[in-house]
């Protein structure tokens, strides 16, 4: 294990031990990890969340621009057609 991977062993490990004393309940079902692997797992699954969200955002930001390229080539294509010319 490299240095970034122990790092991030010994952070869980910090945040496991800070959390097995409080109850993390949800709608009274127990979800709090039960082991520093259970802890790892949640910061990682956390982690990828949040990148697919950016994901997302991103995706759509190109589905704007590739509509709005479209519109613009028809737009420009019928008034063309239609005898305009600029």
Do not use: H, Y
């Amino acid at each position: 294990m490299g240095d970034n991977g122990e790092q991030a062993l010994r952070e869980a490990i910090r945040k496991w031990r800070g959390l097995r004393g409080e109850a993390g309940k949800v709608d009274g079902v127990e979800v709090s990890p039960k082991c520093v692997f259970g802890m790892m797992t949640r910061d990682m699954a956390d982690d990828l969340a949040g990148e697919i969200e950016d994901i997302k955002a991103e995706l759509a930001w190109m589905r704007r621009v590739i509509i709005a390229a479209i519109v613009t080539a028809a737009v420009g294509t019928l008034l063309r057609l239609a005898g305009f010319v600029w």
